[in-house]
C-alpha cells in the first residue's frame, strides 16, 4: 500500500457525518487493496507517481474563487472550493432540491473497482445530494464547480436523482491552480422516460492531478446525453460507467481530448447492456502532441438478455508529433445473439503535405495546423445541446491548438 493512501485511510477516520455506514464498507475495501501498479490492468498506461510525490494540503481556509463565466448562461451554481461546498443557488425552481443528506443512491452506481472512487467514498466531506422531483423539466443549467487553489487538496461528491419523467441539464465544471489534486465523482439515476444532460469539462492542465468519474444508471426508456472535455495535466484521469438497468433506455457520450507537452490524460469508458432493447452511442476523438501520453479504454458489455442491443463505439486519434503516445484499447463484450455492435480504433499523424500545401499558399504552419485539427473534433462540439456551452468552448479549444506544434 502507498504511504498516499496510507494518509488518506487515516483522515477518513475523522470524518463524521450521515454518510458512516456507507463510508464504512469502501473504508473497508480500501484497507486491503493493492495499490495500482504498471501490472494493474486498468493503470497499465497510467503510473501513480504523481499521486505519490503530491504534496497538496487539506486547507482549512481557502481563498475565494470564482468559476469563469460563460456569455449567455445564468447557471444554477454549485460551488466547491478546495473540496468544501461553499455556496448554492439563493432561488431554486420548483421542483428541484440541493441538501446535504443522506442519500439511499450514495455509492451504488459508481462500481466498487473504482480505487479512487472508494478514496471519494471516505474523504469527500461535504455530499450534495440533487433530486428532481417526478415529471419537473428543469431548463435552466445546474453547474458543479469544483475549484482548487495552489496546493491545495479537495475531494467532492454529488448524487443526483432524476424521477420518473423529468428532466435536468448539469455540467461539471472543474478548475484547478497550480500544484492541487482532486478526486471529483458523480452519481446519476436516470429514472423512467427522463432525460439527463451532461457535460463534464476537465480543461485544467500545468501540475494538477484530477482523477474522478461521472456514472449513469438509466432505467426504462431514460436518456443520456453526455459530452466530456478534457486536456492533459500531470495526470488526468476520467472514468464513467453507464448502466442500462431498463428496457428501451438510449445512451450518447462524446468525449474530445486535447494534450501537449508532457501532459497525461486517460479516459476509461464503461457501458453495461444490463436488459433488452436498449441504444448506444459513442464517439471518442482525440489529439496529442509533443511528448504527451493519451490513454483510451473503451469497454461495450452486452449481458446474456440483453437482446435487441444497438450499440457503436468509435475512437479516432491523431498525433501531432513523434514523440506523442496514444494507446486505444475498444472493447466489445457480447453475450446475447440477436445484437447490432461494432467498435474501432485509428492512430493517424497530420497530413504533412495537406500542412505544407496551405504553407505555400501564404498560411502560416500554426494556422494550418488549426485548419487541419480542429475540424477532426469540431464535429463533436457542434453536437453539443447547448449551443451557448459549444459556442462557449470552441475559443478554448482554438486557444489550446495554437499553443501547440506540429513536431
Known amino acids: 500500500m502507498s504511504e498516499w493512501l496510507q494518509q488518506a485511510i487515516a483522515r477518513a477516520d475523522s470524518i463524521q457525518d450521515g454518510f458512516e455506514d456507507q463510508r464504512a464498507s469502501s473504508l473497508a475495501l480500501l484497507k486491503d487493496i493493492q495499490w495500482p501498479t504498471r501490472k494493474t490492468e486498468a493503470w497499465k498506461y497510467t503510473p501513480l507517481r504523481a499521486v505519490e510525490r503530491s504534496t497538496a494540503i487539506f486547507k482549512e481556509e481557502s481563498p475565494e474563487l470564482e468559476p469563469v463565466a460563460v456569455a449567455g448562461i445564468e447557471f444554477l451554481e454549485l460551488t466547491f472550493v478546495d473540496g468544501q461546498l461553499v455556496s448554492l443557488p439563493e432561488e431554486l425552481p420548483e421542483g428541484l432540491t440541493i441538501e446535504m443528506q443522506e442519500s439511499s443512491l450514495f455509492a451504488t452506481i459508481k462500481p466498487e473497482r473504482h480505487v479512487f472512487g472508494l478514496v471519494n467514498d471516505v474523504l469527500a466531506a461535504d455530499v450534495a445530494v440533487v433530486t428532481v422531483a417526478e415529471g419537473v423539466a428543469i431548463e435552466q443549467l445546474l453547474r458543479v464547480n469544483n475549484l482548487l487553489s495552489n496546493g491545495a487538496q479537495g475531494h467532492i461528491r454529488v448524487v443526483v436523482d432524476i424521477k420518473a419523467g423529468a428532466s435536468l441539464k448539469v455540467v461539471e465544471n472543474a478548475e484547478g491552480q497550480g500544484a492541487s489534486l482532486t478526486t471529483a465523482y458523480t452519481e446519476y439515476q436516470i429514472g423512467a422516460e427522463a432525460n439527463l444532460e451532461h457535460y463534464r469539462f476537465a480543461l485544467q492542465a500545468g501540475d494538477n492531478v484530477a482523477i474522478g468519474g461521472s456514472h449513469f444508471k438509466l432505467l426504462e426508456k431514460a436518456s443520456l446525453n453526455s459530452s466530456i472535455i478534457g486536456f492533459g495535466s500531470n495526470l488526468q484521469r476520467i472514468d464513467t460507467d453507464i448502466i442500462h438497468a431498463g428496457e428501451k433506455a438510449d445512451a450518447k457520450l462524446n468525449a474530445i481530448y486535447l494534450?501537449?507537452?508532457?501532459?497525461?490524460?486517460?479516459?476509461?469508458?464503461?457501458?453495461?447492456?444490463?436488459?433488452?432493447?436498449?441504444?448506444?452511442?459513442?464517439?471518442?476523438?482525440?489529439?496529442?502532441?509533443?511528448?504527451?501520453?493519451?490513454?483510451?479504454?473503451?469497454?461495450?458489455?452486452?449481458?446474456?438478455?440483453?437482446?435487441?442491443?444497438?450499440?457503436?463505439?468509435?475512437?479516432?486519434?491523431?498525433?501531432?508529433?513523434?514523440?506523442?503516445?496514444?494507446?486505444?484499447?475498444?472493447?466489445?463484450?457480447?453475450?446475447?445473439?440477436?445484437?447490432?455492435?461494432?467498435?474501432?480504433?485509428?492512430?493517424?499523424?497530420?497530413?504533412?503535405?495537406?500542412?505544407?500545401?496551405?504553407?505555400?499558399?501564404?498560411?502560416?504552419?500554426?494556422?494550418?495546423?488549426?485548419?487541419?485539427?480542429?475540424?477532426?473534433?469540431?464535429?463533436?462540439?457542434?453536437?453539443?445541446?447547448?449551443?451557448?456551452?459549444?459556442?462557449?468552448?470552441?475559443?478554448?479549444?482554438?486557444?489550446?491548438?495554437?499553443?501547440?506544434?506540429?513536431?
Not at 269 to 296: K, Y
Not at 311 to 319: D, G, S, T, Y
Not at 324 to 340: F, G, H, Q, S
Open 259 to 407: 494534450l501537449d507537452g508532457t501532459e497525461l490524460f486517460d479516459l476509461h469508458a464503461n457501458v453495461e447492456h444490463a436488459v433488452p432493447n436498449c441504444t448506444t452511442e459513442e464517439n471518442v476523438r482525440g489529439i496529442a502532441g509533443d511528448s504527451s501520453r493519451a490513454v483510451f479504454n473503451g469497454r461495450i458489455h452486452i449481458h446474456r438478455d440483453a437482446q435487441k442491443t444497438l450499440a457503436e463505439l468509435n475512437n479516432r486519434n491523431l498525433l501531432m508529433s513523434n514523440k506523442a503516445e496514444i494507446n486505444t484499447k475498444p472493447e466489445l463484450e457480447i453475450y446475447a445473439d440477436d445484437v447490432r455492435c461494432a467498435h474501432g480504433a485509428t492512430i493517424a499523424e497530420i497530413d504533412r503535405k495537406a500542412l505544407y500545401y496551405l504553407q505555400t499558399r501564404g498560411v502560416s504552419r500554426s494556422q494550418a495546423q488549426l485548419m487541419l485539427s480542429f475540424g477532426f473534433i469540431n464535429e463533436l462540439i457542434d453536437q453539443m445541446p447547448t449551443a451557448e456551452l459549444a459556442e462557449w468552448v470552441r475559443p478554448i479549444i482554438r486557444d489550446r491548438f495554437a499553443q501547440m506544434e506540429v513536431k
